[in-house]
C-alpha cells in the first residue's frame, strides 16, 4: 500500500524555520516525483515544490523561491522542506504526494496524498 506521511509542522514566529518531513512506503521512492503543497482556509491546494524521480532536479513556486529548499533521503524515503523566514501567509496545511517522474504539473497530476503538517506563522 502506498501511504505517504507528513511531520514537522507546527507554530513559528514571522522569521522562523521549520523543517517538514515526508516519509514514504509502498511504491518504488526513486522511481516518483515528490511534491509539496499546502492549502489554507477557503483556498485551492497549490504547488510549492517538487523534486523529480531520480533527486536531479527540483522546482519551487515563486513565493518560496529563496527560502524553502526541498531535498531527498532515498536510503530513508523521505523528502525534506526546509522552510526559512516564514511569513504569515505561509500559514496552511502542508502536505506531500506522489507524482508522475517530472515536476511541472499540476495538483491533479499528483496521488496518494499524505493526511498533512499544519504550518502557523504568526506576526
Known amino acids: 500500500e502506498v501511504q505517504l506521511v507528513e511531520s514537522g509542522g507546527g507554530l513559528v514566529q514571522a ?3 521549520l523543517r517538514l518531513s515526508c516519509v ?3 511504491f518504488a521512492f526513486d522511481d516518483y516525483a515528490i511534491g509539496w503543497f499546502r492549502q489554507a482556509p477557503g483556498k485551492e491546494r497549490e504547488v510549492v515544490s517538487c523534486i523529480n524521480s531520480g ?3 527540483t522546482e519551487y513556486a515563486e513565493f518560496v523561491k529563496g527560502r524553502f529548499i526541498i531535498s531527498s533521503d532515498n536510503d530513508k524515503s523521505t523528502v525534506y522542506l526546509q522552510m526559512n523566514g516564514l511569513k504569515p501567509e505561509d ?3 502542508y502536505y506531500c504526494a506522489v507524482g508522475p ?3 511541472g504539473g499540476p495538483v491533479a497530476f499528483y496521488d496518494h496524498w499524505g493526511p498533512g503538517t499544519q504550518v502557523t506563522v504568526s506576526s
Open 15 to 17: 522569521g522562523g524555520s
Open 24 to 26: 514514504a512506503s509502498g
Open 55 to 57: 533527486r536531479t532536479a
Open 91 to 93: 500559514t496552511a496545511v
Open 101 to 103: 517522474r517530472y515536476c
